[in-house]
């Protein structure tokens, strides 16, 4: 019998903490447990959903230097995003026949595409790790992102989309007259677009609902619009009735995705999805999975809201179960396991 490879699992994206990383990670290492020797390092996101602070994440890069130089050499070193491909680099430099593996998500790759002095020092810094680690195994979760990353100078870049374990569920047959948003509360995910340019331009009796944290506290002030009913945040039983009760589950993103995971889940319960159509998520909402839409274009959002709203029931219908076959047929844990254990032999 082969022996199973050993596995160290570094991330600092992990629960409770809420977000498509820290999905990714939790459901990755539970679906590899029982073909590797797994050994986790994670840093534990804060009691309400959000993200550790700068200073904590550092903190954690830190240690974990240092630990690497003590820990036992394992046949896999898997760093959960690209950022932290030191931790990489010190797992190589301290054992050399060590297969080091950094999954590639949106923001790893796409932060340095802004303006400001920030982006440039991180598209320096990306280049440095390219030059330090050109044969990682990159594990892009999009084709954009696979392109972003061979472009860095990353030689072995493989294309591994995310996945849910959001079960298939059958939609209500009343049609609402409400929206459905989930995620974070951040100005980049495009919440307050729709709330404050979008819903304007709709009939009066179509509303907003939000399922999600509050990252920013200014983004967090359009929640208080009269047509907006904030949830908060809602386990997997809540938010799949949500997704499947709404007129629309809109994705408004305005910024690079890698992927886009809340479209899959939307699409996967039953709802009908609009997404901008851009990077990873125009990818993840293709063939017939969501309906794209133009990035930050207030009447087409309108437009396209108000088309899904006049369809009859058999297109509607039709339209669900379409997408639902191509999230589940594209879009699994299994898959994504399989893919990255084939990424871990040399």
Not at 162 to 169: C, F, G, N, S
Not at 273 to 293: M, P
Not at 333 to 338: E, I, L
């Amino acid at each position: 019998m082969a022996r199973r490879p050993t596995v160290r699992f570094i991330t600092r994206k992990w629960a409770p903490a809420v977000g498509g990383m820290e999905t990714y990670c939790l459901q990755l290492t539970e679906h590899i447990k029982d073909d590797v020797d797994l050994d986790i390092h994670a840093l534990p996101g804060n009691a309400d959903g959000t993200a550790p602070g700068m200073f904590k994440i550092a903190g954690f890069g830190l240690k974990m230097m240092f630990k690497l130089l003590a820990l036992p050499k394992t046949d896999v070193a898997h760093i959960s995003d690209m950022a932290s491909w030191p931790l990489g680099l010190m797992a190589k430099l301290r054992h050399p026949k060590t297969r080091i593996i950094l999954s590639a998500h949106g923001s790893d790759l796409s932060f340095e595409q802004r303006s400001g002095i920030l982006p440039k020092i991180y598209k320096a810094y990306m280049r440095l790790g390219a030059l330090c680690l050109p044969r990682a195994v990159i594990l892009a979760n999009s084709q954009w992102i696979a392109d972003l990353a061979t472009r860095k100078g990353f030689e072995d870049v493989r294309l591994v989309p995310l996945a849910t374990d959001m079960p298939v569920r059958t939609p209500s047959p009343a049609v609402s007259r409400h929206l459905f948003y989930a995620g974070r509360i951040i100005r980049s995910k495009g919440v307050s677009f729709i709330i404050n340019e979008v819903l304007p331009l709709l009939p009066d009796d179509i509303t907003l609902r939000v399922a999600g944290t509050v990252w920013e506290a200014e983004e967090g002030k359009a929640l208080a619009h009269p047509r907006v009913k904030f949830l908060g945040q809602l386990d997997a039983e809540a938010l799949a009735q949500e997704y499947g009760d709404a007129l629309c589950v809109v994705v408004p993103s305005l910024a690079p995705e890698g992927f886009g995971l809340v479209a899959i889940e939307g699409a996967l319960s039953g709802g009908v999805v609009l997404a901008s159509n851009h990077t990873g998520l125009a990818e993840t909402c293709d063939k017939g999975l969501g309906v794209l839409v133009v990035t930050g274009e207030s009447a087409a959002w309108a437009e396209a809201i108000i088309s899904t709203a006049n369809w009859s029931a058999s297109e509607r219908r039709d339209f669900i179960t379409q997408a639902q076959s191509q999230a589940q047929k594209r879009y699994s844990w299994p898959r994504v396991a399989n893919d990255t254990l084939e990424a871990y032999r040399p």
